[in-house]
């Protein structure tokens, strides 16, 4: 019984990430930031550096030091669906900000590192995107079923396994 209840959260789980298409809010993504050095030989140090300093800040953060051309990087970390890209380069370094785009979104934006954290921070104390995500939750959950589906039949049969089961157990 125990096992029945973990196995219809995971399909739960597996159900919100098909129908959300993995496009999962910052405070629930698996993957927040995902820092991508522009050439490895100039900008990896600054790249680890901002890298370690989100993670020290508790974020999910991943480092993408391949050698494959940048916009290789930036393609895979979209398909990734990370909330954040940072792409770092001279400007960043030299300047100590870095320029991030969100996802979903064409548009770079350049800031202070501590800014950027203290956005991060802000829209994860504010749970910035729950009501769009509860709202298509309660859309999936509560989606009426079509008039020429019969419940009964699956009804009964459920009813005389969880019988069956119970059986076992006296």
Known sequence: LHRAILGSLDRFMAYILEETKGNLPLWLAPTQVKVLPVKN?????????IYQLLLDEGFEVELDSRDEKLGYRIREAQMQKANYILVLGNNERDERTVTYRKHGEQKATTVTIDEFVSMLKQQIKDKKQIKAFNQKIKKLIYKPLP??????K???LLQNEAGYVMNLLD
């Open 147 to 152: 008039n020429d589906i019969n419940i009964a």
């Open 154 to 156: 699956p009804l009964a």
């Open 41 to 49: 030989e100039y900008h990896l140090d600054y790249a680890n550096e």
